[in-house]
């Protein structure tokens, strides 16, 4: 395989490519005190779905952040027509080109599993203002597996490692964050809302082998369906 599964969402510009998508964020950010004056960044932003809601919704200061080319062209041409006042930015969480302590709140929506987390985790807690809040949605696996489905499914999707709650857990109090509250979210998709349906912002000419990576995607979805879950994670600083 040459194109790995973050390729795969970039040539088909997914945008809310995280689980629950716009209706679980928008059900998350509804539940923290956003104003005007409010310093979002969304980390690993995709095509940028989610910080065109902010932007609209919030009318407050965002910025989005990706290391992928691809997805930041597709969330430029989203913003452009909107013409929402977002600063893009291409760049690793893993050394964010920000000075510290400049957001209020952190949005990382499936980012960090694909990068090194123990870089990550600290670099965020770096650029957040103090008592500023990191929002993260990642994948947990929730039963053992055998050293070879892991590493088959950590292969795949080019994550660094899948992590349970309490290795997560590990992780964000390593960090130092001050308090870090875990959700097991009950995800319930209105799927007759046409606001939830899948977002693509399609590349020209694509190639056979990225319809194969989605359907190895499908695949694996419904074999481990119990096995991998995600949990919401609110971290303070
Ligand atoms: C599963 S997608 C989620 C995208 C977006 N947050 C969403 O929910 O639609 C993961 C994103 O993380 C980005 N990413 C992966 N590693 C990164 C890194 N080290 N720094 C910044 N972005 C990264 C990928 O390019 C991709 O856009």
Not at 7 to 27: M, N, R, S, W, Y
Not at 40 to 62: M, N, P
Not at 95 to 107: H, K, V
Request: hydrophobic share 35%; glycine share 6%.
């Amino acid at each position: 395989m040459n194109y790995s599964y973050t390729d795969c969402l970039a040539i088909f510009g997914v945008g809310g490519a995280h689980p629950g998508g716009l209706q679980l964020t928008k059900e998350l950010l509804s539940r923290e005190k956003i104003n005007e004056t409010t310093s979002i960044l969304d980390a690993g932003c995709g095509t940028g779905q989610t910080s065109a809601y902010i932007a609209e919704q919030y009318r407050c200061k965002v910025t989005s952040l990706d290391s992928n080319k691809i997805m930041l062209d597709k969330a430029r041409k989203r913003f452009l027509p909107l013409r929402l006042p977002i600063e893009v930015k291409q760049g690793s969480t893993e050394n964010l080109p920000f000075s510290e302590g400049i957001f209020d709140l952190i949005l990382s929506e499936s980012v960090i599993s694909f990068t090194d987390v123990s870089l990550t985790i600290p670099e965020f807690r770096r650029v957040l203002k103090p008592n500023g809040v990191l929002l993260a949605i990642e994948m947990v696996l929730e039963k053992s597996l055998s050293e070879e489905e892991l590493k088959t499914l950590v292969n795949f999707y080019g994550v660094s490692q899948i992590l349970t709650e309490k290795e997560w857990s590990n992780f964000f109090q390593r960090s130092k964050f001050k308090h870090v509250n875990i959700e097991k979210y009950n995800l319930q998709i209105d799927e007759n809302n046409v606001q939830n349906a899948t977002d693509f912002s399609l590349s020209e000419n694509i190639d056979d082998e990225f319809f194969e990576i989605l359907e190895k995607h499908m695949h694996f979805t419904k074999v481990y369906k119990d096995v991998l879950g995600f949990r919401l994670f609110r971290c303070y600083k």
